[in-house]
């Protein structure tokens, strides 16, 4: 782990002394706006393993990104490195189309300990995904430009939850995100779910190949032959979220990658974009 190169390749130019709230949250946003969240390398013809050293030397040296496990593993790493009390969590990601949660491990996330304050931390989600590290002890509403959220504890598992800016408040329409518990975990816990999302139909990572960065104001997401462009509400919207779509020549994509996303494959990609197969067995 090379600290400050870590630093250059996520654009953080601030000083990296003792940790800080300020310092998590600029580092996370950092990750956020510069490391892609991805699966391009099992459309590729390559393989995921979680491995410190192989997500450094691919995310850092290569300039790619990955999905939860590498971004996040990585990104645990570093915090480790800075100084933070980290703790890694096992998440359950609920299927916006079936409305049920995935299997445990499904998804990694991280808890910092930071002067007697928790904080949860997650650079490995795609939208509706946070920008800055959420309180873990408050109930309440957490604000995020035009997206609110908020942790709810029932029994003992915490459920992450958001509301679109037109339904705000305690009172308005909640949308689960993921549940998870607070039992620590390690990365090695994860590998057999890092394996079936690289191969189960019923996995988005699987049926389809995409990248997807946060940028300044919206989002740049590359899917299948497309490439979307999504502008958040702001004054020059009219409040509105905004989303335009080019579609691509397959011929077209590493330029649109290299472009766009800073990634340079090193070996051909096959563009995928096929229907999620509910899994057999809800959870």
């Known amino acids: 782990m090379d600290v400050e190169k870590y630093l250059r390749r996520i654009g953080f130019t601030g000083p990296a002394g003792k940790p800080n709230l300020e310092l998590l949250r600029s580092v996370h946003t950092c990750h956020l706006l510069s490391v892609p969240f991805e699966d391009l390398t099992v459309h590729s013809g390559g393989r995921v393993h979680i491995n410190l050293p192989s997500l450094y030397d691919k995310i850092v040296n290569q300039r790619r990104g990955g999905f939860c ?32 949660y995935g299997p445990p491990f499904d998804h990694q996330i991280l808890v910092v300990s930071l002067d007697g304050q928790r904080f949860l931390c997650d650079v490995g989600f795609g939208p509706p995904g946070y ?39 305690e009172d308005g329409d909640w949308t689960e995100i993921y549940k998870f518990t607070l039992e620590p975990r390690c990365l090695e816990d994860f590998t057999e779910m890092c394996q079936y999302h690289q191969s189960s139909p019923s996995s988005i990572f699987f049926c389809k190949s995409f990248c997807t960065v946060l940028k300044p104001g919206g989002r740049l997401t590359y899917i299948g032959r497309r490439l979307i462009t999504t502008t958040f509400p702001s004054e020059a919207t009219g409040g509105q979220l905004e989303t335009t779509t080019r579609e691509l020549e397959e011929d077209e994509i590493p330029a649109v990658l290299a472009e766009k996303f800073g990634i340079v494959l090193s070996s051909p990609l096959v563009p995928k974009d096929e229907t999620i197969t509910p899994p057999p067995v809800v959870y």
């Open 131 to 169: 920008s800055v590290p959420l309180s873990l002890d408050t109930g309440g509403l957490q604000e995020q430009g035009h997206r609110v959220y908020r942790i709810r504890n029932s029994m003992g598992m915490h459920f992450l939850e958001w509301q679109r800016e037109e339904n705000r408040g």
């Open 69 to 100: 496990f590498e971004n996040n593993s990585l990104f645990s790493w570093l915090l480790t490195k800075l100084g933070f009390q980290v703790t890694i969590l096992s998440g359950q990601v609920r299927n916006q189309s079936t409305g049920y």
